[in-house]
């Protein structure tokens, strides 16, 4: 069943990923600034150039290149995609059924707010850091040249695309159980897919991963997150009547209009 989405997966990935912005749907987080947890508190400073945390980081980078001509670096090329309707249909595979707004709305609905909260909890750490690039470090080209002078002055620390693809296999794999193997990896391997395509260092895509992982647990607690949760699993694995009732009452959590970037 899987396998029809294929040829629209690599259609959808040609265009989507020479365009870094994040799609027509507007949404708001489900916590606002305050409510978030503090990256700058618990998440660690990025590795300063001579360190040996650094000196890791080069090392992580050359083993990038060493993979861009070949299908490891094509895969990389796709992951680029920050548009939610697409990654979704990425994800599908790994997830067991489609994903699409068409199939999955109230889903969807869920992945565009969820995706919006860890983007504003990394807007934080990313402007106050500025870390440059690596391909700005070293003033040489990337696996997609297309971005290249947009990215060249946005901080680097800590990834917005893993920040993107991590939360969505944590968020997938809160619905569908049986497939979380399948769906953490792909979420991991979205974070390589920045190293290898030399937009990010390897501490920028571990740092996203703590900092979606911190905050997703702060989310659990958020009634409106979790009444969103439980729309999108009745329309996933129930009756599409149950999923998509308006009578619920609402919980809502106050948001946060942070800005946040990749």
Known sequence: M?????????????????????????????????DLPDAMIFLPSPPEPGSMEFVLDEARHKWGKSLRDTPRGVRAIRETTTDPDTMALMFSEAFGRELSREATPNTMRLIDRSIKTFRAAAALPKQRYMRKRPYVYYEEGTLISEHETYLRYTGSYPSGHTVRGWGMALLLSTLNPE????????GYEWGQSRVIAGYHWQSDVDAARLLVSATYAVMLSCPEFVKDLELARQELFGTASEARNDNITDLSCKISTTPAFN
């Open 2 to 34: 899987i396998r029809k989405f294929s040829a629209a997966l690599i259609l959808l990935s040609l265009f989507a990923f020479a365009a870094p912005g994040e799609g027509k749907n507007k949404v708001e987080p489900y916590l606002r600034a305050k």
């Open 179 to 186: 497939r979380r193997n399948e769906l953490l990896l792909a």
